[in-house]
DNA sequence: ATGGTGGAGTTTCCA
C-alpha cells in the first residue's frame, strides 16, 4: 500500500498538477492539507476527476484557510472530522483533521497550527493541538499513521540552517516534545537517517528551493505495527519543481503487505525480522 | 529598490 501525504496550498490552484501527479506516483491513499476549500466547492471541483482514477474522497474544508482531504482506493472507512479534544481558535474549530480506515490501517490527514511566534495566542494553541492529538491517538487503535504539515521540525538535521531559525517557531523544544509524546516514528527520517536534505517545505521567496534551502515538516508518523511495514519512504522533490507548485513537496511512504492472520498457527522464521516482532527501530524521534 | 512569493479575498492576513 502506497501512502502520500501532500500539503497542496490550494486545491483549486494546485488541481492539474494534483491530477497529473496521482497518475504519476499512484498513491493508494492521499492525504491532503491547505485544500482551502468548502467541502461543497472541493466536491464540485473534484470529485469526478478523483473519481476517475478510482478513489473514494473525504474531505473537511471551510474555504480560504486550511482544509484537510483524505482519499483512498483502498477503502475509507469510518470517517471522522476534527478529534476529539480538539482546541478551537479564537472559537472556530479549524479544519486540521480528518482520518479514516484504509485497509486496516488508521490513517490521518492533518495540518497543525502554525504558531507564529513564540508564545502568542497561536502558539499556546498549537501546544494544545498536540496535546490534545496525543490523548485522540493514544485511546485510538494501535495501528495508526498520521500524515501531513505537522509545522514542526523534528531535528536540527530537518533545517538548511539551524542559526536561521533561532527564536522562531517550528523549531523549540516545546514544540518538539509535543511532537515526540505521539510516541510514534518518523519514517521518513528512519529510512535516510544521515541524509542532511531531507526537506519538504521550501519558501516561495528568494530562490530558496532552487538553493535547497528547505525545511521538514511533512511528516507520516507511525505506530510499530505500520513502521514495521514500511519498505520505502522518500520526498518527491520533483513536485516542488516548475511552474506553479505548491510551497511543499509530497511525502511517500511503501508499506509492505500486512502479515496475514488468518494462515493458522504460525511459528514464525527466526531468521526473518519482520515476523519476529518488532523490538526497536533507530532513529526515532529525538 | 526600503523589497524578495503566492494564495486567500478586498485590503490585508496568512504562511
Known amino acids: 500500500m502506497r501512502i502520500a501525504t501532500w500539503n497542496v496550498n490550494s486545491a483549486k490552484q494546485r488541481m492539474p498538477r494534483l491530477l497529473t501527479w496521482l497518475e504519476a506516483r499512484q498513491p493508494d491513499v492521499v492525504c491532503l492539507q491547505e485544500t482551502k476549500l468548502t467541502d461543497v466547492a472541493f466536491a464540485d471541483l473534484l470529485n469526478e476527476p478523483l473519481g476517475d482514477l478510482g478513489y473514494e474522497v473525504a474531505h473537511h474544508g471551510q474555504g480560504g484557510f486550511n482544509g484537510v482531504a483524505l482519499l483512498s482506493r483502498v477503502g475509507l472507512a469510518d470517517v471522522e472530522r476534527d478529534f476529539p479534544g480538539q482546541p478551537v481558535f479564537r472559537g ?41 492529538l496525543a490523548a485522540a491517538i493514544a485511546a485510538g487503535p494501535a495501528a495508526v499513521a498520521l500524515c501531513g504539515d505537522m509545522n514542526v521540525a ?83 522533490r520533483a513536485a516542488r519543481k516548475g511552474k506553479l507548485p505548491s510551497d511543499h513537496a509530497p511525502v511517500i511512504v511503501d508499506l509492505d503487505e500486512a502479515p496475514d492472520g488468518d494462515i493458522g498457527p504460525v511459528v514464525p522464521p527466526p531468521s526473518n525480522p519482520r515476523r519476529t516482532g518488532r523490538t526497536k527501530l533507530p532513529h526515532a524521534l529525538d
Open 92 to 132: 472556530d474549530t479549524e479544519a486540521r483533521a480528518i482520518s479514516g480506515t484504509c485497509d486496516g490501517v488508521r490513517i490521518h490527514s492533518l495540518y497543525a497550527p502554525n504558531g507564529r511566534e513564540v508564545d502568542s495566542d497561536h502558539y499556546a494553541y498549537k501546544l494544545e493541538w498536540f496535546d490534545a
Open 154 to 236: 523534528p531535528a536540527d538535521a530537518d533545517l538548511f540552517d539551524p542559526a536561521a531559525w533561532v527564536g522562531q517557531t517550528h523549531v523549540t523544544v516545546r514544540e518538539r516534545q509535543r511532537l515526540a509524546a505521539l510516541g510514534l516514528i518518523d519514517v521518513t527520517r528512519v529510512h535516510w537517517p544521515e541524509h542532511p536534505r531531507l526537506f519538504s517545505y521550501w519558501d516561495y521567496r528568494a530562490g530558496m528551493f532552487h538553493q535547497d534551502l528547505g525545511m521538514r515538516i511533512d511528516l507520516v508518523l507511525a505506530s510499530p505495527p505500520v513502521a514495521e511495514r514500511v519498505a520505502a519512504a522518500w520526498v518527491d
